[in-house]
C-alpha cells in the first residue's frame, strides 16, 4: 500500500463513528436536547429495539430547529419523532397502493387506445419503443430465467412481443416511456399529463425503497426539481393558497410529487368504485390518523402549513362527499 491509500484509509477510520448499544443512542439523543416527556426511556429503547432503528427514526429530526448556540434541538420529544416515523409508513403505503393503480389504469388506457386505433396493431409500436429504448428488450431478457414472468418471456422471444403482453414484463418505468412513445406518433395529446407521470415514478421508488419522506419538509432533499407546468396550473387552483407559499411547497419534491400522484391518479384511474376506495383511504389517514396526536406538531409551522397545503389539494381533487372525479376522456 502506498503512502497516499495509507493516508486515505487512515482518514477513513478516524471518520468512524463508534457503534452505539440502544442505550447508548437514547443518552446521544437527550444530548442533542431530545426530550423523553411523553415517551418514557424506556419505551423509547423499546421503540428502537423491535420498531426501528436510530437511523430510520432520527431521520426526523431534520423537520426541526436547532438552537445555533447551543447546539441542542428545540421542542423535539421522542414521541414526534416516533410518531412521524409511523406516519411515513402509513404514506409509504398509501403511495404503493396508489401506483399499484395508476400502473394498471394507465396499461387500460394505452390498450383501449391502441384496440381503437385502425392504423395500429400493436406490434408496430413495439417496434418503434424498442428502436427508442434498445436497452429494454436486453433487459426483459435478463429476466427470462429468474423472473415471475419467465415462461411468459420465453414465449414472447419466440413469438414476438405485441403491446398487450409487453406490458406485462416491463418495469414501471418502461410503460410510461412506452405511453410516451405511442403519444408523441399520434400527436402528443397527453404529453403534458405524461411528464408528469416522472414525478410519480420518483414518489414510487422512493416509497418502495422505503426511503423516509416527511423528514424533508423543512429542508429539501438533495434532488432539485423544475415543478411541471401543468401541476403547477393545478397547484394555482387550490382555494386558500397564497402565490409565495404555493411556490414553496411546490418546490419541494415530495410535496410536488405527492400532488402530481393525486392529480394524476385523478385522470388516469377510471373505476368508480377503485376511486372511491382510494379517496377513503386519503381521507383516513390525512384526516383520521395524521390528527391523531396533532398536538405534537402545533409548534412546528413548517409541518403544518405542508399538511395544510397537501390536504386542501385532496378535497379540491377528491371532496368527503364523492370520491368520483371525471377522467380524461
Known amino acids: 500500500m502506498d503512502v497516499q491509500k495509507k493516508e486515505q484509509a487512515s482518514t477513513m477510520v478516524s471518520t468512524r463513528r463508534p457503534k452505539l448499544t440502544i442505550e447508548q443512542q437514547v443518552e446521544h439523543l437527550k444530548s442533542k436536547g431530545v426530550t423523553f416527556t411523553l415517551c418514557t426511556e424506556e419505551q423509547a429503547i423499546l ?19 436547532i438552537n445555533p448556540k447551543t447546539g441542542k ?14 406516519l411515513d409508513m402509513h404514506l409509504r403505503r398509501l403511495i404503493l397502493h396508489a401506483t399499484l393503480d395508476i400502473e394498471h389504469y394507465l396499461k387500460v388506457m394505452l390498450i383501449r387506445e391502441i384496440s381503437e386505433d385502425p392504423t395500429e396493431d400493436g406490434y408496430e409500436i413495439v417496434e418503434r419503443f424498442f428502436n427508442v429504448y434498445p436497452d429494454v428488450k436486453a433487459s426483459i431478457g435478463g429476466k427470462s430465467e429468474n423472473s415471475m414472468c419467465r415462461d411468459l418471456i420465453h414465449k414472447l422471444q419466440k413469438e414476438g412481443y405485441a403491446v398487450w403482453n409487453l406490458i406485462e414484463v416491463i418495469s414501471f418505468g418502461d410503460l410510461v416511456n412506452l405511453c410516451e412513445v405511442y403519444d408523441q406518433n399520434t400527436g402528443g395529446k397527453k404529453e403534458d399529463l405524461f411528464r408528469c407521470l416522472f414525478a410519480v415514478r420518483c414518489l414510487r421508488n422512493a416509497a418502495a425503497h422505503n426511503n423516509c419522506l416527511l423528514n424533508s419538509m423543512r429542508t429539501a432533499s438533495t434532488r432539485k426539481i423544475r415543478p411541471s407546468r401543468f401541476l403547477t396550473h393545478f397547484a394555482s387552483t387550490i382555494p386558500g393558497v397564497k402565490e409565495t407559499s404555493r411556490e414553496k411547497k411546490m418546490s419541494n419534491p415530495v410535496i410536488h410529487d405527492f400532488i402530481g400522484l393525486l392529480f394524476i ?3 388516469i384511474v377510471t373505476s368508480p368504485k377503485t376511486r372511491e ?23 412546528n409551522e413548517i409541518l403544518v402549513s405542508s399538511y395544510s397545503f397537501v390536504l386542501k389539494a385532496i378535497n ?14
Not at 316 to 329: A, E, F, M, T
Open 47 to 65: 421503540f428502537l429495539k423491535y420498531s426501528t432503528f436510530f437511523f430510520k427514526v432520527k431521520a426526523f429530526d431534520k423537520d426541526y430547529e
Open 73 to 86: 434541538y428545540l421542542n423535539l420529544d421522542f414521541a414526534y419523532l416516533t410518531e412521524l416515523s409511523t
Open 277 to 299: 376506495h382510494f379517496a377513503a383511504e386519503l381521507h383516513q389517514l390525512f384526516n383520521e390518523r395524521m390528527l391523531k396526536h396533532r398536538e405534537y406538531f402545533q409548534k
Open 316 to 329: 379540491q381533487l377528491y371532496p368527503l362527499d364523492s370520491g368520483n372525479n371525471n377522467p380524461l376522456p
Open 265 to 267: 391518479y385523478d385522470k
